[in-house]
Nanobody, 112 residues
Framework: QVQLVESGGGLVQAGGSLRLSCAAS????????MDWYRQAPGKQREFVAR???????NYADSLKGRFTISRDNAKNTLYLQINNLKPEDTAVYYC??????WGQGTQVTVSS
């Protein structure tokens, strides 16, 4: 079955950086568009970034510049680099494959 396993979250001070990973199995990773979403406490899940099978990327307008999505098809892994973290980035970050399958999420907490 399809499994998406996020990792790399944690507690970090404002201004710091994190790289999140999403390891995929059970799918042909290279042909799937992959997304990152996040859900802050008490808020709806929101789109963060997408990378297509061809490597094209797009980002939520409010997050451009600090977030970078990438993929390594040889490792079946999706990444999200987050720089200059802010307290409002505190959320559970989820990856999604092929607009269908979700991981369990990884918690990012940013202290001020």
């Amino acid at each position: 079955q399809v499994q998406l396993v996020e990792s790399g979250g944690g507690l970090v001070q404002a201004g710091g950086s994190l790289r999140l990973s999403c390891a995929a199995s059970g799918i042909i990773f290279s042909i799937n568009a992959m997304d990152w979403y996040r859900q802050a406490p008490g808020k709806q899940r929101e789109f963060v970034a997408r990378i297509t099978s061809g490597g094209s990327t797009n980002y939520a307008d409010s997050l451009k510049g600090r977030f970078t999505i990438s993929r390594d098809n040889a490792k079946n892994t999706l990444y999200l680099q987050i720089n200059n973290l802010k307290p409002e980035d505190t959320a559970v970050y989820y990856c999604r494959a092929g607009s269908r399958f979700w991981g369990q999420g990884t918690q990012v907490t940013v202290s001020s």
